[in-house]
């Protein structure tokens, strides 16, 4: 346990100021230490963990100090897991943020002379609108969205694609063409042809507001563009990945689990909706329930499958045996590969929901042809030096989109008791 809580005080590489090429070569020797880490902490995990299942077994119930030392080494395991998966999302996209070439550079540099000044140019006047408000140069632009890529787990796995209008309609084969076999100079009637029905994904505005004193932007040599993007990226990120979950489809995305069965957009899709599988208990996950979710996906489709879920469920999963005695869950075992279940990757979710009666904790599938995200191209920036002084306030605004792609890709846990 001392390797383990060392290792955990040390888990913070990233944030340190280090020059972008030797950060990412630390980067990668952290990455394999951490994997060694896990490894030997799902070791004494899983020692803890049967130890507690033979107490249940001869005394019914497990000893509290056992109980407690499978649950410190589980929530060990999660934090370094979920470091190991952030740091390997950072070097996957080291190259996203740095060495752009400005595509507009009197733009750009008006731009970031106004964020600063408020002084006004003519070169402004293309993204100027009625209230004041500016596009941000393609460069600002891009740097948020690498940014949201970097910390949002949805974007990160799931399809996205950008609009230049307010709204996105995709149509949607029903399929019904028939065909027949002929001899060689037999007639050909006409056959049946296939019928089409569109979705429309509408897109939610998402805003953040931070400030800075004007003395701030006067003195420092503060980097706006940096600046502005990480401090707008937490909170997009937070938005987001809830909507992307549970979102209602009004002024923000419409989310995936709405469209389960017996949920409210259950009936929209012209494909249906996702189905669902019972997890065989009325109040948590089975083992078996985990393979029934895998294998009611078509073959065809689990090629790019992975599972997805919350961190509380993983501490759930990560009990569960197969009938020959091995773990479901297994670490990482090389560096910018994720935690598997069952042979597949495994990506958390923190909105997804808990492990309770009725709910639905775990998804099953390919999320890239499951759920479209559809940004709005254009990050909208107002300058604000009125309404907080000394304060000068950046009002930031993306309209972001999102919706079902197709229900066939995906699966869906419910906690029940197995089906009559």
């Not at 899709?269 to 996906?297: C, K, M, Q, R, W």
Request: negative net charge; glycine residues 8%.
């Amino acid at each position: 346990m001392n390797l383990i809580k060392q290792f955990l005080a040390a888990l913070d590489p990233v944030h340190s100021f280090v020059p972008r090429g030797i950060q990412c070569v630390r980067a990668e020797v952290d990455v394999k230490q951490m994997i060694e880490g896990v490894q030997n902490a799902f070791a004494q995990f899983k020692d803890a963990n049967d130890k507690a299942l033979a107490e249940v077994q001869a005394k019914g119930r497990e000893s509290s100090d056992t109980k407690a030392k499978v649950e410190t080494i589980s929530a060990d395991i999660d934090k370094m897991q979920s470091a190991i998966d952030k740091m390997a999302v950072q070097m996957a996209g080291s190259q996203m943020v740095g060495g752009k070439q400005l595509a507009d550079k009197e733009y750009t540099e008006a731009f970031k002379m106004h964020m600063k000044r408020g002084d006004v140019s003519a070169s402004l006047n293309k993204g100027a609108d009625e209230q004041g408000g500016y596009l941000a140069p393609t460069e600002w632009d891009r740097t948020l969205t690498d940014k949201l890529i970097l910390v949002s787990p949805m974007r990160q796995i799931c399809r996205v694609e950008q609009t230049s209008r307010g709204s996105y309609s995709k149509l949607f084969n029903l399929r019904g063409t028939d065909s027949g076999w002929v001899g060689e100079a037999a007639d050909r009637p006409q056959t049946n042809t296939a019928t089409f029905k569109s979705l429309t994904y509408a897109t939610g505005e998402l805003y953040a507001n931070p400030a800075a004193t004007q003395q701030m932007l006067d003195d420092s040599f503060i980097d706006l563009e940096s600046w502005l993007a990480a401090e707008v990226q937490t909170e997009f990120a937070l938005q987001e990945g809830k909507a992307f979950l549970a979102g209602t489809g009004t002024n923000q995305p419409t989310g995936l689990l709405t469209y389960v069965t017996g949920a409210t957009n259950a009936a929209v899709h012209p494909f249906g909706a996702i189905e669902t599988v019972n997890s065989g208990d009325a109040a948590t996950i089975t083992a078996d329930s985990i393979y029934d979710l895998i294998y009611a996906l078509p073959t065809v489709f689990t090629g790019n499958a992975r599972f997805a879920m919350n961190r509380n469920t993983m501490g759930v999963i990560r009990k569960l045996k197969d009938s020959y005695g091995q773990y479901l869950w297994q670490p990482a075992v090389t560096a910018g590969q994720p935690a598997t279940l069952a042979g597949y990757s495994l990506t958390e979710l923190p909105d997804m929901p808990d492990v309770a009666a009725g709910a639905v904790p775990v998804l099953f599938g390919d999320f890239a042809q499951t759920y479209l995200i559809n940004d709005r191209v254009g990050v909208r920036v107002l300058r604000d030096p009125y309404t907080a002084k000394p304060y000068v306030s950046y009002y930031v605004t993306k309209r972001v989109g999102g919706g079902l792609l197709n229900p066939e890709t995906m699966k869906a846990l419910t906690v029940a008791a197995a089906s009559a």
